[in-house]
């Protein structure tokens, strides 16, 4: 099977070498495996390296490239691209920090002179050399390496513990089923027609186009949007909803919708989309709200706005696993209908990460082949969308504490607050973090900053390990670094900890204590 890619450079030619060699020879089954793992993604990557790590006989089959979405089509392609969007646009903030480059450099004034600063076509040759340089991590020859048996093909049930690929029957005892997701097609009325790009598509592109649509303003619309409009191109992100990103905070939304439009970009929010059209070179989208319709033109629109499951072609019928178009129904053990198949990530999950495929892989691990009995719902999952600044959350939000009954205590720090953060210019952001009613246990947590991913962590850890944030305040944190907005929340928490009652003694005896020798 001849994988395409484009453009067929160096890099896409190391890229296929790695995750879908060409030539490569499928292994003939040995006898029956412990766990099949299908789809060589993260989940599926993680399950067959932790089968085979453990002493067991694993199989991991993969029908496009190995790597997954996060290799080729998500998290790493589309980091590279941000970097060097955060690149250009500090450029356009020399003044700030004590050197000009001129106004060809000014985002929001001289778009066009951006072109000319940024050069999209080495922007886009940088990802794909740093795509290849890591493929090695997610190789063919590696898995092998390591014990695993490689299957290039499409997987097809064949009965409650068998699969065919390639012409070949695979045994197991068990089975994890990891296909993963797609970008899904929104109904609009042409949109075949006219074309479109997908997360799939848009790392394909050397010429940047000069007006883009970006439909869907969730974590993919807006790191795409924000990245192409400081390349220097017109971008319209249309959303369905009145906010973006609508699962964050309203107040994390609204600083990243203001910094969009600080940066030139054209939002428009609460409007559907209807009709795509050709019109010569260029294309159009006809928005409505409220029976106002009007025209977007632009040379290309990118479709992010949501997700579907891959489950077709599985024959999952044969295999007795149920599934709808939402994906592979699982229990909380992720466990399917059939007691042999297991599932995880994008194909049967609401949390649609690399980390959470990871850890819901690790989980199917333990429970398909120990006895194990961990639950998904246990797992305490940080997501991040990479905006500039970043946007991460772990556990509960405000509303859905309330939702749920549960009083809370909120502790919120402005950056603004913190010195590292002012001294970088960095100080457009926030932390707050929610914990029970009077015990300080942590249920929650936002932060939203340049590297707010980076600093998640902490809060995650501490939910995880049901933690106070007395911890957090017993922990010393180097100075100056952007994380101490975490001290000082815990430090604000330490302060409600003396009562009245606690203070006056602590007064008196200090009084006391200033009288002896």
């Known amino acids: ?86 690149a250009v646009y500090q450029l356009g903030l020399g003044d700030q920090y004590g050197f000009r480059l001129g106004e060809a450099a000014r985002v929001a004034d001289a778009p066009r002179a951006l072109e000319q600063a940024a050069d999209f076509a080495a922007v886009m040759e940088r990802m794909r050399r740093l795509r290849a340089r890591i493929s090695h991590h997610d190789s063919a020859q590696r898995f092998t390496g390591l014990g695993v048996d490689v299957y290039l093909g499409e997987a097809r049930f064949t009965g409650r513990s068998t699969l065919e690929v390639d012409g070949r029957s695979l045994r197991f005892r068990r089975a994890v089923i990891a296909t993963g997701g797609r970008a899904a097609t929104p109904d609009i009325e042409h949109l075949a027609e006219v074309g479109y790009l997908t997360n799939e598509t848009v790392f394909s592109l050397t010429e940047l186009p000069r007006k883009l649509i970006v439909v869907g303003a969730g974590p993919v619309g807006c790191e795409l949007a924000q990245s192409f409009r400081r390349f220097g191109s017109e971008v319209h992100l249309v959303g369905r909803g009145e906010q973006i990103l609508a699962k ?77 178009t939402g994906g592979i129904e699982v229990n909380d053990r992720l466990r399917t209908s059939n007691r042999a198949i297991y599932a995880a990530g994008d194909v049967c999950s609401k949390y649609q990460f690399t980390h959470a495929a990871d850890a819901m892989a690790r989980l199917c691990v333990q429970n398909a082949l120990f006895f194990g009995r961990r639950k998904v719902s246990r797992l305490v999952i940080p997501r991040c969308t990479y905006t500039d600044p970043e946007v991460a959350h772990v556990g509960l939000t405000e509303s859905e504490a309330r939702r749920q009954g549960i009083e809370l205590d909120s502790y919120r720090v402005e950056l603004s607050e913190v010195d590292r953060a002012v001294v970088d210019g960095e100080e457009h952001g926030f932390a707050v973090v929610h914990c029970k009613r009077g015990s300080g246990h942590v249920v929650g947590g936002t932060i939203v900053a340049e590297h707010a991913g980076e600093m998640i962590g902490e809060l995650t850890m501490l939910i995880t390990h049901r933690l106070s944030l007395a911890v957090l305040a017993r922990t010393i944190h180097c100075y100056p670094t952007q994380v101490e907005v975490l001290k000082r929340i815990a430090d604000n928490y330490s302060r409600t900890r003396l009562t009245p009652l606690a203070a006056k003694v602590s007064a008196k005896w200090l009084a006391w204590s200033r009288g002896r020798r």
């Open 1 to 86: 099977m001849q994988i395409p890619l484009s453009p067929s450079d160096e890099y896409n030619r190391v890229l296929l070498e790695h995750a879908h060699p060409p030539g490569w020879e499928n292994p003939t089954p040995p006898g029956r495996y412990n766990l099949v793992a299908i789809g060589g993604g993260t989940a599926g990557i993680i399950a067959a390296l932790g089968t085979a790590g453990l002493g067991g006989r694993s199989a991991l089959v993969e029908r496009h490239l190995l790597g997954g979405d996060c290799l080729n089509y998500g998290c790493v392609p589309s980091k590279a691209l941000i970097r060097s969007a955060r």
């Open 248 to 324: 964050e905070a309203p107040e994390a939304a609204r600083l990243i919708r203001d910094q969009f439009e600080r940066e030139g970009m054209h939002l428009h929010l609460g409007w559907s989309t209807r009709l795509a059209e050709r019109m010569g070179d260029s294309k159009s989208l006809t928005i409505e709200r409220g029976g106002e319709k009007k025209k977007l033109i632009a040379d290309a629109i990118l479709v992010a706005a949501g997700r579907q499951a891959n489950v077709e072609g599985l024959n999952l019928e044969a295999a007795g696993v149920n599934y709808t």
